[in-house]
């Protein structure tokens, strides 16, 4: 029996037919994907890319608001927006001519610019903390803040939730399993046990977040708000306030990950549920889809960061490396993309935008579910909605995965990509941007109507 209801048969009859409609469609891709086996490992640039539903990459020309278009000369609407990374939409106006400003100003130079002071003060305007660095990728700011939560507190384990995501900062590729911390599964050439400094619980379950806490060797507790990568999970009622209760009352600190909540709010969870970080992070989206991370922290925290450097400084008789920070870390080009998207694109009025389109897309994927009968549930946060093969929206990582159905979602997705729509990859997620329309979302919900009407109408289809 499957989490969905849905014959594994019925998924696989399904699938092949998909499969073959693509290969079809997409001679351009199939060439070009050849032609990448000889110079591309897994035929792609980064290796995920080749992880899709489709049976071989689906190569992309351009991308523009919504919409993007693949060699081949079609058209998609896209609701994974770069899994984030262009939550604004692609290429949006103000910077792309900020990339045309800087372009011939200097792309790096190791040196701040008015932009960087600029930024410094939208940022704290906008999430509430009062100094910020900034990095080239949510991954480093996450790496870099546990190295300043390490120094600060002189503890080392760090607590994260079970499923978490926190890009791929070793640290925090563990699960919980029966109770007990492990290594995630997949996890390629890790050479040291990364349970002796990491420790995973599940999400909403304040027992076991205090009793982690409680052995007094967390630096900190690094959490999303709510869970968006295993499969969306929200907290329950008063959870997050909890976290930053106990993290006080047991000596750790807390870090919020925005890089996809972001979406919820102009200000993020952070700002909508006054979390009060003593760290807050925000990656991909930042800069309007350049690459480019963030990370704030409290006066506190910047008075005890400046005293552990000072430390560490006299320990290395002046000399040394902080082990943070990389060449290209809040470059120009970067710095000038990232003031163009906060002062002109990642505004109120794009939030009032896209939260009632992705409203109305949660809506109609409940409507679709009654309509077909289906044991599936849909979670929603601010731009962001996703149905998952459960009765009810899950509670933890755990109960999230456990609603997996991955060739189903594969073909689903598969069928939508054949039709001109994208979402989200690995899961059934959806992202608004404030290019997103209504129509855009009926089609949607009128194209997943025809996927799983196709679906069931296969003989045995249902378990």
């Known amino acids: 029996m499957t989490a969905s209801g849905i014959s594994p048969a019925a998924v696989e ?4 037919r998909e499969r073959a409609r693509f290969l079809e469609r997409n001679p351009k891709s199939v060439r070009l994907a050849e032609r990448a086996r000889k110079s591309l490992y897994a035929g792609v640039p980064m290796h995920w890319m080749a992880d899709w539903s489709t049976p071989c990459p689906l190569f992309v020309e351009r991308a523009k608001g919504a919409r993007f278009y693949d060699v081949d000369g079609h058209e998609y609407i896209d609701f994974c927006l770069g899994d984030t990374g262009t939550m604004f ?39 509430g903390l009062p ?18 939560a ?3 507190t002189g503890k080392n384990t760090l607590l994260v939730f079970d499923g978490c995501y926190h890009g791929t900062v070793d640290d925090v590729m563990v699960r919980c399993r029966d109770g007990a911390t492990v290594h995630r599964s997949g996890l390629v050439g890790q050479a040291y046990d990364l349970t002796e ?25 690094l959490c999303e708000p709510a869970m968006t990568n295993i499969g969306m999970v929200l907290p329950e009622p008063g959870f997050m306030q909890q976290c930053r209760e106990l993290t006080r009352k047991y000596g750790a600190l807390l870090i919020i990950d925005e890089t996809h909540t972001i979406s ?25 889809g350049v690459p ?12 005890r960061m400046a005293a552990s450097r000072k430390s560490a400084q006299q320990d290395s008789h002046g000399h040394g490396h902080s082990g943070m920070g990389t060449t290209l870390s809040a470059n120009a080009l970067a710095m000038h993309c990232m003031r163009a998207n906060l002062e002109q694109v990642m505004t109120q009025a794009a939030y009032e935008h896209m939260l009632p389109l992705a409203k109305r897309l949660a809506d109609g994927f409940r409507s679709l579910i009654a309509k077909h009968n289906l044991k599936w549930s849909v979670t929603e946060l601010g731009a962001r909605s996703e149905f998952q093969f459960c009765p009810v929206s899950p509670r933890t990582g755990a109960e999230a995965e456990a609603a997996f159905h991955d060739e189903l979602q594969m073909a689903i997705h598969l069928y939508l990509i054949n039709r001109g729509i994208l979402i989200t990859p690995f899961h059934n997620m959806t992202l608004c941007c404030p290019s997103t329309s209504e129509h855009d979302v009926d089609q949607l919900i009128s194209t997943l109507d025809g996927a799983i009407s196709d679906l069931l109408a296969i003989p045995g289809a249902r378990l």
Not at 13 to 16: C, D, L, N, P, R
Not at 292 to 300: D, K, N, R
């Open 89 to 127: 939409g692609h290429s949006p106006d103000p910077v792309a001519k900020a990339i045309a400003e800087q372009a011939n100003n200097g792309l790096t130079t190791m040196l701040p610019g008015e932009d960087a002071v600029v930024c410094g003060e939208l940022l704290a305007a906008r999430f």
């Open 131 to 148: 100094y910020w660095q900034v990095t080239a990728t949510a991954t480093d700011s996450n790496r870099y803040v546990l190295r300043w």
């Open 292 to 303: 480019c991370g963030i990370f704030g922290c409290s006066a506190e925290m910047a008075e």
């Open 13 to 16: 009859t399904f699938a092949a």
């Open 150 to 152: 390490r120094a600060v």
């Open 197 to 221: 400094h990491s420790r995973a619980i599940p999400f909403n379950d304040v027992a076991a977040l205090e009793a982690a806490l409680a052995k007094g060797d967390v630096c900190a507790l």
């Open 264 to 288: 919820t709010n102009i200000g993020g969870c952070t700002k909508l549920w006054n979390l009060d970080p003593d760290f807050f992070v925000v990656g991909k989206p930042i800069a309007g």
